[in-house]
Every structure is written in structure tokens, then in C-alpha cells.
């Protein structure tokens, strides 16, 4: 359950408990009096007591209702996530995957240490070559190839950080479960902040960086650029302008957590 509940349940308690304790009750009416008899001729005469005014009784403030959400288990809980996640604008193609929650965890655990889960986001990579560029009889990244990402991060920043963040705190030990299926017992905050450091870290570089061919693939010629992770090194081909977008994201992401 996300801590937003608890402490909003624990807050309307408090509320109900003084509601009860301090409600203005009804005053009761006194006793009626005896009758006073008098010696005759006089005739018997009972005094009516006064009337008493009883304070109205204010109507009870509406009590807002928290919802509890009950966790499906780990193996269960595909169709949980679609229905917890179809309002936060992910993309189709990850929800249509199974096996949600190791999915995820599989990323985090990946993200955390500057790895590329390359198997679980196979289907969401970009189409076409990795475009580069001679010039001078040098080679260099093509900043052709960098709109190959854009849909990418418009898909990103349609998705709200703070629906995402509930989002993540709702399932926390679904993930933790699953971490802990592949032998990972650190905390779930602590990888997710440094999969955040992981990316918030990688340059921006206006210049188009110069490649050198190594065997079937490319490598960054500069050794500071070559020396990052394999996961800022793919963020790198995303360009200067969609990098300052996902940073950018990222900030409201980070502040979110921050508050939930």
C-alpha cells in the first residue's frame, strides 16, 4: 500500500475517535416535579417545569472512505498491473508483455549496475542501422539517427511521474519478490536511485562524438566517453536534445519519490 494511505487512514482514525469523544450529546430533560397540594379551598395546583432547549445535533462531516488494494500474488499479478498502469501512458508494447513485476526488476537490477537489459527491451528498440557519418577519413555518430528516439521520449513525458511513483510504491514488494528470485537483496530505492545517477550522469555532447571501428562493431575514440557504462553509452545515441528531455523527466521523477 502506498504510504500516502496509511497516513491518510491513520489521520481520518484520529478524526473519527475525536468526532466520537467530543460530539455534542442531547441534554435530557429533568424530572417532572411532584405536584404541590395546598390546604382547601385552594385547588391542587402542579407546576410544569420549564421547558428545556435541547442543542441540535450537528450533522456528521462525510467520511471519506480509503480504498484498501489487496496485492495479487507475484505469479497472479499481470492482470493487477495492466489495470494499476492503464492510465499512466506507457507504451502498448510493454503492457501487452507477460511476466510484468520480473520484468521490472529485471530492469532495475540491470539499470543499477550501468548494465543494458538488451533481452527485455529487445521489442522496444529503435528500427533501422546505427547511422554514422566519414568525414576526413574519421567516423563519426550521425546526428541523423537521433530523431529515431524521439517518439521515445514523447512517450516518456506523456507519462505523469507522480502516477508513476504511486505506481512503484503500490507494487515495492511485488518487486522486491522478484529481486529476490534473481539473488538480489538490495533495497529497491537504493538500486532505483542509482539506475537515476546512471542516467543523470551521462554527458551531453553537441558535437557529434568520433567512432572507431572495433571488429563488427563501433566504439566512442574518446576513452572517457568508451569507459561509461553500457547503458549511458546507449543513451548517448539518443542525442543532446532528447538527453536534456530525459533528465528533465528524470527531475520530476526523483521529486516525486521524493514526497511519496
Not at 496485492?71 to 503492457?95: K, Q
Not at 505506481?167 to 514488494?173: E, G, M, N, P, T
Not at 557504462?229 to 533528465?247: C, E, T
Not at 528524470?250 to 521529486?255: E, N, P, S, Y
Amino acid at each position: 500500500m502506498h504510504p500516502g494511505f496509511l497516513i491518510g487512514g491513520a489521520a481520518l482514525a484520529i478524526v473519527l475517535i475525536l468526532v466520537v469523544q467530543f460530539w455534542p450529546q442531547p441534554e435530557q430533560e429533568p424530572p417532572a416535579r411532584e405536584p404541590v397540594v395546598t390546604a382547601p379551598p385552594d385547588p391542587i395546583v402542579e407546576e410544569q417545569p420549564e421547558p428545556v432547549p435541547v442543542p441540535p445535533v450537528e450533522e456528521p462531516v462525510g467520511v471519506v472512505t480509503v480504498p484498501v488494494v489487496t496485492l495479487a500474488a507475484l505469479n497472479e499479478s499481470d492482470a493487477f498491473v495492466r489495470e494499476r498502469i492503464a492510465g499512466l501512458g506507457l507504451p502498448g508494447l510493454w503492457t501487452q508483455r507477460d511476466e510484468l513485476i520480473r520484468r521490472l526488476a529485471v530492469v532495475v537490477d540491470n539499470a543499477a549496475r550501468g548494465e543494458l537489459p538488451r533481452r527485455q527491451l529487445a521489442f522496444m528498440a529503435p528500427s533501422g542501422v546505427f547511422p554514422v557519418r566519414e568525414r576526413g577519413g574519421r567516423v563519426y555518430l550521425d546526428p541523423a539517427g537521433y530523431e529515431r528516439f524521439d517518439g521515445y521520449l514523447d512517450t516518456l513525458e506523456g507519462v505523469d511521474p507522480v502516477l508513476l511513483s504511486d505506481f512503484l510504491a503500490l507494487v515495492d514488494s511485488l518487486v522486491v519478490e522478484a529481486l529476490g528470485e534473481l539473488g538480489n537483496r538490495r533495497g529497491v530505492v537504493e538500486q532505483v536511485s542509482d539506475a537515476l545517477l546512471e542516467l543523470e550522469s551521462v554527458p551531453v555532447l553537441w558535437v557529434p562524438p568520433e567512432l572507431v571501428p572495433v571488429e563488427a562493431v563501433y566504439q566512442y575514440a574518446d576513452p572517457q566517453l568508451e569507459s561509461l557504462s553500457l547503458l549511458q553509452k546507449q543513451v548517448l545515441r539518443m542525442g543532446p536534445r532528447n538527453v536534456n528531455r530525459l533528465k528533465a523527466w528524470l527531475g520530476r521523477l526523483k521529486a516525486a519519490l521524493r514526497s511519496s
